[in-house]
Nanobody, 126 residues
Framework: QVQLVESGGGLVQAGGSLRLSCAASGRTFSSYAMGWFRQAPGKEREFVAAITWSGGSTYYADSVKGRFTISRDNAKNTVALQMNILKPGDTAVYYC???????????????????WGQGTQVTVSS
């Protein structure tokens, strides 16, 4: 059983930064692409960023491109999301997720991921 645990959320003023981290259990972490999604109240869960199993390629939603950076450390079984120049519209619960298939490329759809963390709240005040 895979467990994903997010941390690093909090309250920050617009223009500020936060770094989210996701720790994964299991010995096959390095074989799976990982993604970050977010869900604001009353809205659908949306794709934020993803990274290939090797860390060699990254993908971003247009809304966060240039402000957020996803990275991973396969030796430590962690994936991180560095969020800069935060905006009130970034307020949401942020989730990390593991891609369904081994060595598959990232997916922007939530249905492409099978394990999810419990989420961490990010609140950006204006």
């Amino acid at each position: 059983q895979v467990q994903l645990v997010e941390s690093g959320g909090g309250l920050v003023q617009a223009g500020g930064s936060l770094r989210l981290s996701c720790a994964a259990s299991g010995r096959t972490f390095s074989s799976y692409a990982m993604g970050w999604f977010r869900q604001a109240p009353g809205k659908e869960r949306e794709f934020v960023a993803a990274i290939t199993w090797s860390g060699g390629s990254t993908y971003y939603a247009d809304s966060v491109k240039g402000r957020f950076t996803i990275s991973r450390d396969n030796a430590k079984n962690t994936v991180a999301l560095q969020m800069n120049i935060l905006k009130p519209g970034d307020t949401a619960v942020y989730y990390c997720a593991r891609r369904r298939a081994v060595y598959a490329g990232p997916d922007v759809l939530a249905s492409g991921y099978d394990y999810w963390g419990q989420g961490t709240q990010v609140t950006v005040s204006s």
